[in-house]
């Protein structure tokens, strides 16, 4: 199986000095999808999954019209939950960033004051990870290691979704141990393109990393992060 793990495009947590929650995608946010949906024409995918977030759903329209798939909502895919921030001055989500930067590695398990606990988020994210895994035939067969049974072995999945969610899916697959800064961990530029492909074993599969955070369908003036 191979997973492609696609992060929505720029959006516009800002506008007009008050933060949006749940916001749309830029002007040039939908040139990057765009373009990201130009480097993947030809390409088939089996499956093309959403995050329910507006930024992805709009990142998605492009990819979809090009690889002629519906849309097809995903809800584990939707990224950590922030405070509700909406109409308020930027200022406040500045703060908020500043006082979680202070955190100890630890305290930064608590996440954001008001939004989603960050252990609550990657268990989120784990579990669904772990179901998507099973309804496609691939269950760990136990012990330390992670290795699953052997699922589809030409199939081919996108996941449309965020920095959060497809860097925990990411851990998830390798068998790495959570942190608290996945977002920093895994670097994942806007409409950047990433990719882990299952590898047999004499006992099962598990996955490696062929592709991490590619963004050469972009210039280099339109990257963002």
């Not at 959006?11 to 002007?27: A, I, M, Q, Y």
């Not at 088939?44 to 990142?59: A, G, I, K, N, Y």
Request: with cysteine.
């Amino acid at each position: 199986m191979e997973i492609t793990l696609i992060r929505h495009a720029e959006p516009e947590w800002v506008r007009d000095g008050l933060n949006v929650d749940n916001p749309p995608l830029t002007v040039r946010g939908h040139q990057q999808a765009k373009l990201l949906a130009d480097s993947l024409r030809g390409e088939h995918f089996d499956e093309v999954l959403v995050s329910p977030l507006l930024r992805t759903r709009q990142t998605a329209e492009p990819v979809l019209e090009v690889l002629g798939h519906d849309l097809v909502i995903e809800p584990w895919l939707e990224e950590i939950r922030n405070p509700i921030w909406h109409g308020t001055p930027v200022a406040r989500a500045e703060a908020a960033y500043r006082a979680e930067r202070e955190k100890t590695s630890v305290e930064r398990w608590s996440g954001l004051d008001g939004g989603e606990n960050v252990a609550d988020f990657v268990q989120r994210i784990n579990l669904g990870c772990k179901l998507f895994l099973e309804e496609r035939n691939m269950v760990p067969i136990g012990g330390d290691l992670p290795v699953w049974t052997t699922g589809p072995k030409s199939h081919r999945v996108a996941l449309i979704a965020h920095a959060g969610t497809n860097s925990v899916v990411i851990c998830h697959l390798l068998g790495l141990a959570a942190t608290p800064w996945e977002w920093e961990r895994f670097v994942l530029g806007h409409s950047s393109v990433s990719r882990v492909t299952s590898m047999d074993m004499k006992d099962g599969s598990s996955f490696g990393v062929t592709r991490l955070s590619t963004l050469e369908h972009l210039p280099i003036e339109m990257r963002t992060y």
